[in-house]
Antibody, heavy 123, light 111 residues
Framework: EVQLVESGGGLVQPGGSLRLSCAASGFNFGNYAMNWVRQAPGKGLEWVSGISASGGGTRYADSVKGRFTISRDNFKNMLYLQMSTLRVEDAALYYC????????????????WGQGTLVTVSS | QSALTQPASVSGSPGQSITISCTGTSSDVGAYGYVSWYQQLPGKVPKLLIYDVSNRPSGVSIRFSGSKSGNTASLTISGLQAEDEADYYCSSDAGSGTPVLFGGGTKLTVL
């Protein structure tokens, strides 16, 4: 059974940093691209970042480019999102999501989602 | 780049069919065949319903179907059931800049 468990969320002041983690199990992690998608309370979905299966390719939404860094450790089956220079508008539930297709490239189709980790940005 | 445009809400009676539209531009929906749809039941995580405009992942009911014409994609739900009441989101590849955009979401009410 595919499982994705996020952690690392919490309360941070504007301008602060936070590192989110996602522990994956139940599938061959190193063979799938991965994504981070966020959802502000009561709002819609926003794709944040994605990484290829090997980790060699990364993509970002314009809203986070230059502030967030996605990475992965295929030996530990872990996905990460390093967030810096956080803004009030970054507050959201952050989901880790597995890419649908087997292989290196990002398809941005998310077939399995974690339960999310909540990031609150406030002074 | 702006989010894709969806109606805020749609409604239908059990057994009926409804269609949710998702309007983008010639730079996203109109440019690529990479449109997907997600269902988010209340308090739950999103579920992938449709990918590549009209393909269903294994296990998704055939009552859900997708299509695209020009800059507008559509999700049709036939034989509406009470358990279909949820928020529905479209997404599309968008090329340069933010590579994938979501719609604002549509709340489906089953009357």
């Amino acid at each position: 059974e595919v499982q994705l468990v996020e952690s690392g969320g919490g309360l941070v002041q504007p301008g602060g940093s936070l590192r989110l983690s996602c522990a994956a199990s139940g599938f061959n992690f190193g063979n799938y691209a991965m994504n981070w998608v966020r959802q502000a309370p009561g709002k819609g979905l926003e794709w944040v970042s994605g990484i290829s299966a090997s980790g060699g390719g990364t993509r970002y939404a314009d809203s986070v480019k230059g502030r967030f860094t996605i990475s992965r450790d295929n030996f530990k089956n872990m996905l990460y999102l390093q967030m810096s220079t956080l803004r009030v508008e970054d507050a959201a539930l952050y989901y880790c999501a597995k890419d649908l297709h087997f292989g290196q490239q990002l398809s941005y189709y998310c077939d399995y989602w974690g339960q999310g980790t909540l990031v609150t940005v406030s002074s | 780049q702006s989010a894709l445009t969806q109606p805020a809400s749609v409604s239908g009676s059990p057994g009926q069919s409804i269609t949710i539209s998702c309007t983008g531009t010639s730079s996203d929906v109109g440019a690529y065949g990479y449109v997907s749809w997600y269902q988010q039941l209340p308090g739950k995580v999103p579920k992938l319903l449709i990918y590549d405009v009209s393909n269903r992942p294994s296990g998704v009911s055939i009552r859900f179907s997708g299509s695209k014409s020009g800059n507008t994609a559509s999700l049709t739900i036939s034989g509406l059931q009470a358990e279909d009441e949820a928020d529905y989101y479209c997404s599309s590849d968008a090329g340069s800049g933010t590579p994938v955009l979501f719609g604002g979401g549509t709340k489906l009410t089953v009357l």
